[in-house]
């Protein structure tokens, strides 16, 4: 898998770093509260367990699932595919997501779980594209902004390729052209 790396633009030590910042960040937020962490589907896998691992009283962990992608374009649609079931009115939530690129897809799932009265509904991205972006949002905890090019690793996927690369990179053109 590394080898299809062109380079690479995060380390595993700058990521572990990192998620220990981001949660203390929300811990700060938060102090003591028992948060529902909402992880989407696939990207987030591995942020999701490494920054709520940081937490030392209980955190709650939901996974949800979106369709909006196909190979390395966004077609701006987003549907649930996966829901929670868990009841949000009244309780801390922290949307936990890969990357924000054209941010139709967190503005959507935004819309849809400020709906279910959430006492706060926060985002959080291990990776922010603000050179993309489409629709009107931000993260509140943002990892590392990143520039204007397909990246893979630490649950970012090609294809559903490359998820379990340890750090976050950029292939070489020639894995687009095969
Ligand atoms: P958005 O709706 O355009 O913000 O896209 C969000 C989703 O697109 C993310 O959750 C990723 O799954 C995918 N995505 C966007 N950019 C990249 C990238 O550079 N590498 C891998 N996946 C990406
Ligand atoms: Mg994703």
């Known amino acids: 898998m590394k080898k299809d790396l062109e380079k690479v633009l995060i380390t595993k030590e700058q990521i572990e770093k990192r998620v220990q910042e981001i949660a203390d960040e929300i811990e700060k937020d938060f102090p003591g509260e028992e ?62 997501e890969d990357i924000i690129d054209t941010g139709y897809t967190l503005s959507y799932l935004k819309r849809i779980l400020s709906e279910r009265k959430p006492k706060a509904l926060k985002i959080c991205t291990l990776l922010n594209k603000p050179s993309r972006r489409k629709a009107d949002i931000d993260g509140d905890y943002i990892g590392f902004e990143v520039p204007d090019e397909f990246v893979v690793g630490y649950g970012l996927d090609y294809n559903q390729k490359y998820r379990n690369l340890p750090e976050i990179g950029v292939l070489k053109s020639e894995i687009y052209e095969n």
Do not use: A
């Open 35 to 96: 948060i529902i962490f909402v992880g989407i589907l696939r990207g987030s896998c591995y942020f999701m367990c490494d920054l709520t691992r940081c937490f030392s009283h209980n955190v709650f962990l939901e996974f949800m699932s979106v369709s909006s992608y196909i190979g390395t374009t966004s077609s701006g649609e987003v549907k649930i595919t996966k829901d929670i079931s868990r009841p949000l009115e009244g309780k801390v939530v922290v949307i936990v």
